[in-house]
């Protein structure tokens, strides 16, 4: 697949989210280990290829080969925006943004990275939010007076006050965690 040799192992540990010594294993010509089910279907989605396809049973046909070779650029140009946004070396829990609460910045359907160590505020920013059952993105702002306010970036929505720690338990709040990044994808017609 246009693979150097050399770059096996660290290509299929990107693509599967792997680490290197366990797809090491998988090449290993003396000892040959088989990946999880979860890490070969990564594996496959990450080629554009089938099962049959990998394990050999099937050979594509030329057409095929040419959408496996773009399937495979487009996952090494997503790997790398990926790599670029990841914070102290953790890209974080993969969200989708629910509405348009946070437009222009975050619309509806962008990716965001959520840092889930960060359980409760720390600071000024982006934070994701599970509100009964429901997933929020909202800009938080502490004030002097220790209140909170969850601010939206659409100004059709208004911003919403929280004057003490028990108003977030009443609602069953619970934070998710802190957005440290996110991609988002326009599509033009």
Same mark, same amino acid.
């Given at each position: 697949?246009?693979? /150097?040799?050399?770059?096996?192992?660290? +290509?299929?540990?990107?693509?599967?989210?792997?680490?290197?010594?366990?797809?090491?294993?998988?090449?290993?010509?003396?000892? *040959?280990?088989? *990946?999880?089910?979860? @890490?070969?279907?990564?594996?496959?989605?990450?080629?554009?290829?089938?099962?049959?396809?990998?394990?050999?049973?099937?050979? /594509?046909?030329?057409?095929?080969?040419?959408?496996?070779?773009?399937?495979?650029?487009?996952?090494?140009?997503?790997?790398?925006?990926?790599? @670029?946004?990841? +914070? +102290?070396?953790?890209?974080?829990?993969?969200?989708?943004? /629910?509405?348009?609460?946070?437009? /222009?910045?975050?619309?509806?359907?962008?990716?965001?990275?959520?840092?889930?160590?960060?359980?409760?505020?720390?600071?000024?920013?982006?934070?994701?939010?599970?509100?009964?059952?429901?997933?929020?993105?909202?800009?938080?702002?502490?004030?002097?007076?220790?209140?909170?306010?969850?601010?939206?970036?659409?100004?059709?929505?208004?911003?919403?006050?929280?004057?003490?720690?028990?108003?977030?338990?009443?609602?069953?709040?619970?934070?998710?965690?802190?957005?440290? @990044?996110?991609?988002?994808?326009?599509?033009? @017609?």
């Amino acid at each position: 697949m246009g693979i /150097p040799a050399d770059k096996t192992v660290s +290509h299929v540990a990107g693509i599967t989210q792997r680490a290197a010594q366990s797809v090491r294993r998988w090449f290993d010509a003396s000892e *040959p280990g088989l *990946p999880d089910l979860e @890490s070969f279907a990564r594996l496959c989605a990450g080629l554009g290829c089938s099962a049959d396809e990998i394990i050999g049973a099937l050979r /594509p046909l030329a057409d095929d080969e040419a959408h496996c070779a773009q399937l495979i650029e487009v996952a090494n140009c997503i790997q790398a925006i990926t790599d @670029s946004l990841a +914070h +102290h070396g953790q890209l974080g829990i993969p969200m989708q943004v /629910p509405g348009d609460e946070m437009a /222009p910045h975050l619309k509806a359907g962008d990716l965001v990275f959520v840092d889930s160590a960060v359980t409760q505020l720390a600071g000024n920013g982006i934070y994701a939010f599970n509100c009964n059952g429901s997933l929020y993105i909202r800009r938080v702002e502490r004030r002097m007076d220790r209140s909170i306010v969850l601010k939206c970036d659409n100004k059709a929505y208004q911003d919403y006050e929280w004057t003490g720690t028990t108003a977030a338990a009443r609602r069953r709040v619970k934070i998710l965690g802190k957005v440290r @990044s996110a991609i988002s994808v326009k599509v033009f @017609s």
